[in-house]
């Protein structure tokens, strides 16, 4: 059986997408691994099924490379308003979106009928340790330190619907981030396993940033982890709570604000292509 596929992608962050709101994907698990092989297949940081919801606008899920199912993304939710607008046909600017983080409002703006960026409200940055989930720090980890590998690191740690690590240094481009980046990854001190996002201030409310994304290894971009990075920036000194920082990453850059303990982000999202996939021959 074939279905069709929308390959998209957020600041250099791509998924492929597929409409569910009237056939679901047997084993999505299986077929984002397969589909994500850059070399024999589509390729991709994963799928993301664009579904029905009862309670909002339309409804997301995602799986990573490695087949897990995620709870958010903040470059992925941004392609699926882009979906519901022109691919369903849902021509509201001010759209909901059902995630396993709770339901997000998307602000689009649009020109000419097309969607050219989304600001997502990504709700409360979570900084309680236990609901990270982290085994670091008491009532916060900020700037706590983390021994990987015989070094001591200075982490902040935050949830955005999922865990995050922000790490602040020097430029982030001189790390060897396929050798550090899976020592975070699966460190004990992260139950759940956790995204690493290694980040350099570069002046007030502007910091430049590479991410190792649990599940999908280094991606070119991370809304998530944008947001963690200006929420570490603030808590750690380098950014001003209420302000837009910019966050550079290897796609692109991402505007965040950080104000009352809320987040919200900025960004673009588009089509790179579209085909059909051969589905349900999944195998172990």
């Given at each position: 059986?074939?279905?069709?596929?929308?390959?998209?992608?957020?600041?250099?962050?791509?998924?492929?997408?597929?409409?569910?709101?009237?056939?679901?994907?047997?084993?999505?698990?299986?077929?984002?691994?397969?589909?994500?092989?850059?070399?024999?297949?589509?390729?991709?940081?994963?799928?993301?099924?664009?579904?029905?919801?009862?309670?909002?606008?339309?409804?997301?899920?995602?799986?990573?490379?490695?087949?897990?199912?995620?709870?958010?993304?903040?470059?992925?939710?941004?392609?699926?308003?882009?979906?519901?607008?022109?691919?369903?046909?849902?021509?509201?600017?001010?759209?909901?979106?059902?995630?396993?983080?709770?339901?997000?409002?998307?602000?689009?703006?649009?020109?000419?009928?097309?969607?050219?960026?989304?600001?997502?409200?990504?709700?409360?940055?979570?900084?309680?340790?236990?609901?990270?989930?982290?085994?670091?720090?008491?009532?916060?980890?900020?700037?706590?330190?983390?021994?990987?590998?015989?070094?001591?690191?200075?982490?902040?740690?935050?949830?955005?619907?999922?865990?995050?690590?922000v790490v602040f240094g020097g430029d982030p481009y001189?790390?060897?981030?396929?050798?550090?980046?899976?020592?975070?990854?699966?460190?004990?001190?992260?139950?759940?396993?956790?995204?690493?996002?290694?980040?350099?201030?570069?002046?007030?409310?502007?910091?430049?940033?590479?991410?190792?994304?649990?599940?999908?290894?280094?991606?070119?971009?991370?809304?998530?982890?944008?947001?963690?990075?200006?929420?570490?920036?603030?808590?750690?000194?380098?950014?001003?709570?209420?302000?837009?920082?910019?966050?550079?990453?290897?796609?692109?850059?991402?505007?965040?604000?950080?104000?009352?303990?809320?987040?919200?982000?900025?960004?673009?999202?588009?089509?790179?292509?579209?085909?059909?996939?051969?589905?349900?021959?999944?195998?172990?």
């Amino acid at each position: 059986m074939k279905r069709k596929f929308w390959k998209m992608h957020g600041i250099g962050n791509d998924y492929i997408y597929f409409d569910c709101t009237k056939e679901d994907l047997p084993d999505p698990a299986r077929l984002a691994v397969r589909l994500s092989d850059r070399h024999f297949s589509v390729g991709g940081d994963g799928i993301i099924l664009v579904c029905g919801s009862e309670i909002a606008d339309g409804k997301m899920r995602m799986f990573n490379a490695d087949g897990s199912e995620g709870k958010m993304c903040g470059n992925g939710i941004r392609c699926v308003g882009k979906f519901l607008y022109e691919v369903l046909g849902i021509r509201k600017e001010v759209l909901t979106v059902e995630t396993l983080s709770g339901v997000k409002e998307l602000r689009l703006k649009t020109e000419n009928g097309k969607v050219v960026s989304v600001t997502v409200g990504m709700g409360r940055a979570v900084l309680t340790p236990s609901e990270i989930p982290v085994l670091l720090g008491k009532d916060r980890a900020v700037g706590v330190p983390l021994e990987v590998e015989g070094k001591t690191y200075r982490v902040t740690c935050v949830s955005m619907g999922n865990p995050h690590c922000v790490v602040f240094g020097g430029d982030p481009y001189e790390l060897d981030l396929e050798k550090i980046g899976p020592l975070f990854e699966r460190h004990p001190a992260f139950p759940e396993r956790v995204n690493t996002e290694f980040v350099q201030p570069l002046a007030p409310n502007e910091l430049r940033m590479r991410v190792f994304e649990r599940g999908s290894g280094e991606t070119w971009a991370c809304g998530t982890g944008a947001c963690a990075a200006a929420v570490a920036a603030v808590l750690g000194g380098y950014s001003e709570e209420g302000a837009e920082v910019t966050v550079h990453l290897r796609g692109g850059d991402l505007k965040i604000v950080y104000a009352g303990g809320e987040v919200s982000m900025t960004g673009p999202a588009e089509f790179a292509f579209t085909g059909e996939a051969e589905i349900g021959e999944e195998k172990d």
